[in-house]
C-alpha cells in the first residue's frame, strides 16, 4: 500500500501539477516559485558549477548528476537553465551548463508516477533517465554506477528522510563521489515563521513534524482530503554537525560551500496559515505583484514584527529583514500615492546598503515610467520590480540558519 505522502504526490502528479512550469497566482508553480525560489537557487550555485564545469571541461569530461527525490525532473531545469553573466541581453543565453555538457541525468523517485512521468517529458533525451527508489534502503541503485559529479536534491526532499538515513545515505554518497563532487542538501527550515511551534525541541523525534502540501489545494474543491505526514525540520547549526559527523564516519574531506535561507518571508505557509494562524497571506501577495494587468493593495504585504517569536539568533535577524522590507513597501506606496521623495527618509543613513539600494531602484523605477503610460505601468512594470527589490533584500540578507520555508546547502567533496 501506498505511504500518505506518496499518494499526496501520485495525486498532484496526476493532477497535472508536476506538468510544466508556468507562473501564477497559486500552485506548484506559482510566481514565487518561478521568479524568487527557482532563480535563487540558480543564482547561489552558479559560482560553484561553473568552476566544477570548467574543471570537468579542462579535464574532457562532461557531467554526471544524480537528482534524489527528483519529482518529474525539476533539477533538471534547475541546473540548466544558470545564466553565465548577469546582463546578458543578447538573444542567445550563454549557460553555465549547457545540456550538451551533461553525460547523464538520473533521477530517483519514491513515486512512481512521477518516475512515469519525468520519463515521458524527457522522452526525447536519452541520457535523462528516472527511476524508481527509496532514497532510504536503495542506494545500491547509486553504487552500481560510475560516480556523479552532482548529487542533486531540491525543494526539501531529503526532509522526507529522517536523520539515521540522511547520514547513511550521504555516507554512501561521499563514498561514491568524485574529488570535487558537489551535494546539494535542500531541507525544510526549522525556524520558519510559518511553523513558530516547531522551533523549541529537545530531542530528535521532536525534530520530526506534521507537514502537508495543503497549499496545492488552496484554490481546489474544498472536499479533497488532504495527507499530512512526518517530515524532518533543519537548522543551519545542524547542518553544520551533520557534515563533521560525515567526516568523521567516511574520512571523505567535505565542506560546506554555502548555506542559504530560502523564502523567509514568502514561504507556502503563509497563504495557508495552518500551523500559524497570525500569518498574512504574504505569498499569494507577492505572487500578485508578479501578475501582469493586476493591481496590487501594498498595504497587504506589510508584516507585524510581532509575530516572530523570541530567539536569541533567529528573532533579531528577522526583525531586521521585516523592518527593511516593511520600510520599502512603505516608501513605493508613498512615492506612487504622494509622490514622496528620498530625502524624507530621515533614518537613511542607519539603513544598510541592501535597504538603500532597493529603496534607490523602485524610486528610480517608478521616475522612469513615464514614458509608459498607455501601458500600465503600476501593474507591469513597477509592482513586478518591487516584487524583485523585495527578492532582493531576502537574498543579501539572509544567513543560512534555517529561518526560512526551504535551508540549502552545498557540499563539495575533495578526494
Ligand atoms: C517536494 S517534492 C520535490 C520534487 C522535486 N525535487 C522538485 O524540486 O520539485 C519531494 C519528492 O521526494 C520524493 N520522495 C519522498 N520520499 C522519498 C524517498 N524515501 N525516496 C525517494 N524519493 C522520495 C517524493 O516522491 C517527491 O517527488
Given at each position: 500500500m501506498q505511504s500518505k505522502e506518496t499518494r499526496t504526490y501520485t495525486e498532484a502528479v496526476k493532477r497535472g501539477d508536476y506538468d510544466r512550469y508556468s507562473g501564477n497566482l497559486f500552485g506548484?508553480?506559482?510566481n514565487v516559485r518561478t521568479y524568487w525560489e527557482d532563480q535563487l537557487t540558480r543564482f547561489v550555485l552558479r559560482p560553484f558549477l561553473s568552476k566544477l564545469v570548467a574543471h570537468r571541461q579542462n579535464q574532457g569530461?562532461?557531467?554526471?548528476?544524480?537528482?534524489?527525490?527528483c519529482g518529474t525532473g525539476q533539477g533538471y531545469e534547475l541546473v540548466t537553465k544558470i545564466d553565465k553573466r548577469d546582463l546578458d541581453l543578447g538573444l542567445q543565453r550563454d549557460r553555465v551548463l549547457p545540456e550538451d555538457e551533461i553525460e547523464v541525468y538520473l533521477g530517483l523517485d519514491l513515486c512512481q508516477e512521477m518516475v512515469d512521468k519525468g520519463n515521458e517529458i524527457f522522452e526525447c533525451k536519452p541520457n535523462v533517465n528516472f527511476r524508481r527508489a527509496d532514497l532510504r534502503k536503495d542506494m545500491d541503485v547509486v553504487?552500481?554506477?560510475?560516480?556523479?559529479?552532482?548529487?542533486?536534491?531540491?525543494?526539501?526532499?531529503?526532509?522526507?528522510?529522517?536523520?539515521?538515513?540522511?547520514?547513511?545515505?550521504?555516507?554512501?554518497?561521499?563514498?561514491?563521489?568524485?574529488?570535487?563532487?558537489?551535494?546539494?542538501?535542500?531541507?525544510?527550515?526549522?525556524?520558519?515563521?510559518?511553523?513558530?511551534?516547531?522551533?523549541?525541541?529537545?530531542?530528535?523525534?521532536?525534530?520530526?513534524?506534521?507537514?502537508s502540501m495543503s497549499y496545492l489545494y488552496s484554490e481546489l474543491n474544498q472536499d479533497v482530503e488532504i495527507e499530512h505526514f512526518p517530515v524532518r525540520f533543519w537548522t543551519g547549526t545542524e547542518v553544520e554537525e551533520l557534515v563533521e559527523e560525515l567526516i568523521m564516519e567516511t574520512k571523505v574531506q567535505v565542506e560546506i560551500l554555502k548555506k542559504y535561507d530560502r523564502s523567509i518571508l514568502t514561504g507556502r505557509h503563509t497563504d495557508t496559515q495552518q500551523y500559524n494562524p497570525k500569518l498574512k497571506p504574504i505569498r499569494r501577495t507577492v505572487n500578485r505583484l508578479h501578475e501582469d494587468y493586476m493591481r496590487t493593495d501594498l498595504s497587504e504585504l506589510i508584516i507585524d514584527a510581532d509575530i516572530v517569536p523570541?530567539?536569541?539568533k533567529v528573532a533579531p535577524f528577522l526583525d531586521e529583514l521585516i523592518r527593511s522590507w516593511n520600510i520599502l513597501v512603505n516608501f513605493c506606496q508613498k512615492r506612487l500615492e504622494e509622490n514622496a521623495s528620498l530625502i524624507e527618509l530621515e533614518d537613511w543613513p542607519e539603513f544598510s546598503s541592501h535597504l538603500q539600494f532597493a529603496?534607490?531602484?523602485?524610486?528610480?523605477?517608478?521616475?522612469d515610467t513615464g514614458w509608459m503610460w498607455y501601458g500600465e505601468p503600476r501593474a507591469n512594470i513597477i509592482e513586478p520590480q518591487l516584487g524583485y527589490a523585495l527578492?532582493?533584500?531576502e537574498i543579501n540578507m539572509q544567513k543560512g540558519i534555517g529561518c526560512g520555508h526551504g535551508l540549502v546547502a552545498i557540499l563539495e567533496v575533495t578526494k
Open positions: 506548484k508553480y506559482d569530461k562532461k557531467l554526471r548528476i544524480l537528482d534524489l527525490g553504487k552500481e554506477e560510475k560516480p556523479f559529479d552532482i548529487y542533486f536534491s531540491s525543494y526539501a526532499s531529503l526532509s522526507h528522510l529522517d536523520k539515521s538515513h540522511l547520514v547513511q545515505l550521504l555516507i554512501d554518497i561521499c563514498n561514491h563521489s568524485n574529488n570535487e563532487s558537489l551535494i546539494i542538501l535542500d531541507f525544510l527550515g526549522r525556524y520558519s515563521i510559518e511553523w513558530p511551534d516547531y522551533w523549541k525541541v529537545e530531542t530528535e523525534p521532536e525534530k520530526i513534524r506534521d507537514y523570541d530567539h536569541p529603496l534607490m531602484n523602485i524610486d528610480r523605477v517608478i521616475a527578492r532582493s533584500l
